[in-house]
């Protein structure tokens, strides 16, 4: 079946711009991660998702950074008043609901900031 | 979620076994070991994952000590494709951020012709 999907996969802006970036998680997955990447590291937490509830948003570096899930499904995470230090890929992912709640992910949105 | 520690860089054959090794000595009784890797720019791929048992699914084998305080990843014939970062990650079951993955630095696996 369909995987994680993200939208845009490249977004340039200039600073002080606000962007959006999509997550469609796969059907059926209840839960929803979004993380950072910084060039030659591992993604970092932001934010977390249990249905429309967000569960966790200890990563969100400041108050710039916001998400939403508003119906349970597709995911927005928003920038506004973006930096140059904003400049990363995003990933979103979604989790099987198991025990652990495996974590599948998307290809990521390459942010540029300039 | 407990600390792993993971060699920074390792080589493999072509159609030789692969074995990743990860270390993770405060391990609870409640945590599971997960494996992930990432190809270039792509994202984290799934590989596997246990909490005691070994496991084994279309990708790779799972060996976790009897004490599970270190686990080794097994690809038995790795392929070029295979060339990644692979991170060990361990995990508690339960909690409002249950599936939050920590990622530390990895291995790099290079796998050469």
């Known amino acids: 079946g369909a995987g994680v999907s993200q939208s845009p996969r490249y977004k340039v802006t200039k600073r002080g711009q606000d962007v959006a970036l999509r997550c469609d998680p796969i059907?059926?997955?209840?839960?929803l991660y979004w993380y950072r990447q910084a060039l030659g590291q591992g993604p970092e937490f932001l934010t977390y998702?249990?249905?429309?509830?967000?569960?966790?948003k200890s990563g969100l570096p400041n108050d710039r950074f916001s998400a939403e899930r508003p119906e349970g499904s597709i995911s927005t995470l928003t920038i506004q008043r973006t930096e140059q230090r904003d400049s990363a890929m995003y990933r979103c992912?979604?989790?099987?609901?198991?025990?652990?709640?495996?974590?599948?992910f998307g290809p990521g949105t390459r942010l540029t900031v300039l | 979620d407990a600390k792993t520690t993971q060699p920074p860089s390792m080589d493999c054959a072509e159609g030789r076994a692969a074995n990743l090794p990860c270390n993770h000595s405060?391990?609870?009784?409640?945590?599971?070991v997960y494996w992930y890797r990432q190809i270039h720019s792509q994202g984290p791929q799934y590989i596997i994952h246990?909490?005691?048992n070994n496991e084994t699914n279309e990708m790779a084998s799972l060996i976790i000590t009897e004490d599970r305080k270190s686990s080794t990843l097994i690809l038995p014939h790795a392929t070029l494709r295979d060339t990644a970062v692979y991170y060990c990650?361990?995990?508690?079951?339960?909690?409002?951020?249950?599936?939050?993955?920590?990622f530390g630095q990895g291995t790099i696996l290079t796998v050469h012709p």
């Open positions: 992912a979604s989790g099987d609901g198991g025990r652990t709640d495996t974590q599948y």
């Open positions: 059907s059926g997955h209840v839960s």
């Open positions: 998702f249990n249905y429309e509830a967000q569960q966790d």
């Open positions: 405060t391990i609870s009784g409640n945590e599971y």
């Open positions: 246990g909490l005691k």
């Open positions: 990650i361990v995990i508690g079951a339960g909690g409002t951020s249950y599936g939050k993955l920590t």
